[in-house]
């Protein structure tokens, strides 16, 4: 099992940029595909990026893709979601997720683990 921490989160304007960090415990992160989700007020939940074991794979919702960049340094435990050209529409909380199956999936069911979420709120 693992469990994830995000940070990183605040208030930006729009064009601004941030970069969130999900800390993951213990000594299996390798093991887990990792991704960011967000979630708007009276939205659903939205794919945001995702990122294999070893990092050489990525994949994008349309909406951030050129803008964001999912990374990880398996060395840390970390996973980072660079946002640049924020807009107001990326106003949401952000959460890490985390599964021991494959990147692709873009589907939250898919996804077992999650952090608590870090509000980004963008302001036009």
């Known amino acids: 099992q693992v469990q994830l921490v995000e940070s990183g989160g605040g208030l930006v304007q729009a064009g601004g940029s941030l970069r969130l960090s999900c800390a993951a415990s213990?000594?299996?992160?390798?093991?887990?595909?990792m991704a960011w989700f967000r979630q708007a007020p009276g939205k659903e939940r939205e794919f945001v990026a995702s990122?294999?074991?070893?990092?050489?794979?990525?994949y994008y919702g349309d909406s951030v893709k050129g803008r964001f960049t999912i990374s990880r340094d398996n060395a840390k435990n970390t996973v980072y979601l660079q946002m640049n050209s924020l807009k107001p529409e990326d106003t949401a909380v952000y959460s890490c997720?985390?599964?021991?199956?494959?990147?692709?999936?873009?589907?939250?069911?898919?996804?077992?683990?999650w952090g608590q979420g870090t509000q980004v709120t963008v302001s036009s």
């Open positions: 997720a985390a599964n021991l199956l494959l990147a692709i999936y873009t589907t939250p069911s898919r996804w077992n683990y």
């Open positions: 213990g000594r299996t992160f390798s093991r887990y595909a």
């Open positions: 990122i294999d074991r070893s990092g050489s794979s990525t």
